[in-house]
Antibody
Framework: QVQLQESGPGLVKPSQTLSLTCTVS??????????WSWIRQPAGKGLEWIGR???????NYNPSLKSRVTISIDTSKNQFSLKLSSVTAADTAVYYC??????????????WGQGTMVTVSS | SYELTQPPSVSVSPGQTASITCSGD??????TSWYQQKPGQSPVLVIY???KRPSGIPERFSGSNSGNTATLTISGTQAMDEADYYC?????????FGGGTKLTVL
């Protein structure tokens, strides 16, 4: 069964770029009609969608983060990645990767990683 | 931008029915998903396409969506159902989450 695992630095300095990778296991990232997504959650707060990528490289981003976000995919490594530039303390959060299942007429996030905590601090 | 509104908290007695609402402009024209998140854990999909249950989700979880409101219903609520619940819909290739509802079983 497909599993997702986030990885990357747990501490990033203000104004720098946050970089995270999600490794997909138990299946090929290229198989199926799936998109791959990033979501974040500040401590004690709700979920915020960051963006998604298709295996073709096509992306959609949250308009509120679009100017700072890049999501990429490496099918040879079965991974997709997140880069968030010019970070501030407001970007401190647990970051999740998830599979987006387009389903039949409906789209939903059916598999989630365990999440990784990223703190922005000097 | 599109917004989804949920009540911050809902309380229910064990064995009773809990209803969590999610409101948004013409939400009934979109498909809504629901996610359960317990403390320290990742979200889990409990309802998709308004009313479909993924494999492994108990039958006591059900959903509906009409007009401006989607509803997650938990029948015969159990203590293990105490969690945060988030609704989610898509608006022009952008995923939107509700603010979340803390379900307390007491």
């Amino acid at each position: 069964q497909v599993q997702l695992q986030e990885s990357g630095p747990g501490l990033v300095k203000p104004s720098q770029t946050l970089s995270l990778t999600c490794t997909v296991s138990g299946g090929s990232i290229s198989s199926g009609p799936y998109y791959w997504s990033w979501i974040r959650q500040p401590a004690g707060k709700g979920l915020e969608w960051i963006g998604r990528i298709y295996t073709s490289g096509s992306t959609n981003y949250n308009p509120s983060l679009k100017s700072r976000v890049t999501i990429s995919i490496d099918t040879s490594k079965n991974q997709f990645s997140l880069k968030l530039s010019s970070v501030t303390a407001a970007d401190t959060a647990v970051y999740y990767c998830a599979r987006v299942n387009p389903g039949v007429g409906a789209t939903y996030l059916d598999i989630w990683g365990q999440g990784t905590m990223v703190t922005v601090s000097s | 931008s599109y917004e989804l509104t949920q009540p911050p908290s809902v309380s229910v007695s064990p064995g009773q029915t809990a209803s969590i609402t999610c409101s948004g402009d013409k939400l009934g024209d979109k498909y809504t998903s629901w996610y359960q998140q317990k403390p320290g854990q990742s979200p889990v999909l409990v309802i998709y396409k308004d009313s479909k249950r993924p494999s492994g989700i108990p039958e006591r979880f059900s959903g509906s969506n009409s007009g401006n409101t989607a509803t997650l219903t938990i029948s015969g609520t159990q203590a293990m159902d105490e969690a945060d619940y988030y609704c989610q819909a898509w608006d022009i290739n952008t995923a939107v989450f509700g603010g979340g509802t803390k379900l307390t079983v007491l």
